[in-house]
């Protein structure tokens, strides 16, 4: 009687969960990879100001997604994606800029995208480092209703697109907030340093593991 019980809490934790995931990580193992993280908490309003932070690794070389925010009407509503060695394309209301990186293949990458809707401007952050700000979606506005995920490309609500943008390897420190983030504060969050308060966060993250993969101690 007792065992399936506890079985039965103990795969509810495996696959839904609400934690502090300090000196964690999520492993994607499968390459390609249908597997997914689901994000779930959401905006409470719709946003004028985000900043997205997160950490990966691995040694991909095609393109993959890193975090998807898709809405009914907007799939790319805010991606995060890596389009080839040297590239990240970042997305609002279905429109991108790229921004060029150099390429030291095994090393962690820290990336931070913001953006102000008032100016339309976005904010490129990589390993502490701010790059040349650009032009996006001035006056838009993002749409709270929004399906979030981790390790996948959207191609409508809640709906992946190709297997050969998947993810695969490391990913850390995922974090978004309703503002854009002060220069200091996106120096401490490549530093792992204190935060502030926000609706998605690495040390209180609400989530859903769908497919394969698992939490992790991160090696260093
Ligand atoms: C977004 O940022 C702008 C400029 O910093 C600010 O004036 C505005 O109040 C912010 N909007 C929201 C909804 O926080
Ligand atoms: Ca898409």
């Known amino acids: 009687m007792w065992v399936p019980f506890l079985l039965f809490l103990a795969f509810l934790s495996a696959i839904s969960a609400q934690e502090d995931l300090s000196r964690k990580v999520f492993f994607f193992r499968n390459e390609p990879s249908e597997d997914y993280v689901i994000l779930k908490p959401q905006p409470e309003e719709p946003l004028q100001n985000f900043t997205i932070c997160l950490r990966s690794y691995t040694d991909l070389t095609r393109p993959y997604g890193l975090f998807s925010y898709a809405t009914p009407s907007e799939d790319n509503e805010i991606l995060i994606f890596k389009s080839k060695p040297g590239e990240y394309r970042v997305f609002v209301g279905g429109e991108y800029v790229s921004f060029k990186v150099s390429e030291d293949p095994i090393n962690w990458e820290h990336i931070c995208f913001g953006w102000e809707s008032a100016t ?28 979030i995920l981790l390790g996948q490309e959207q191609d409508h609500y809640g709906g992946l697109a190709d297997s050969y943008n998947s993810f695969s390897g490391e990913l850390t420190d995922v974090y978004m907030w309703d503002f854009l983030l002060s220069p200091h504060k996106m120096r401490s969050a490549y530093q792992d340093l204190q935060l502030p308060r926000c609706t998605l966060g690495w040390k209180n993250l609400q989530y859903e593991i769908k497919g394969d993969v698992t939490v992790k101690t991160r090696l260093r």
């Open 120 to 147: 339309g401007t976005v904010e490129f952050w990589m390993n502490g480092k701010p790059w040349p700000r650009k032009g996006l979606k001035k006056g838009y506005t993002v749409s709270a209703d929004a399906f």
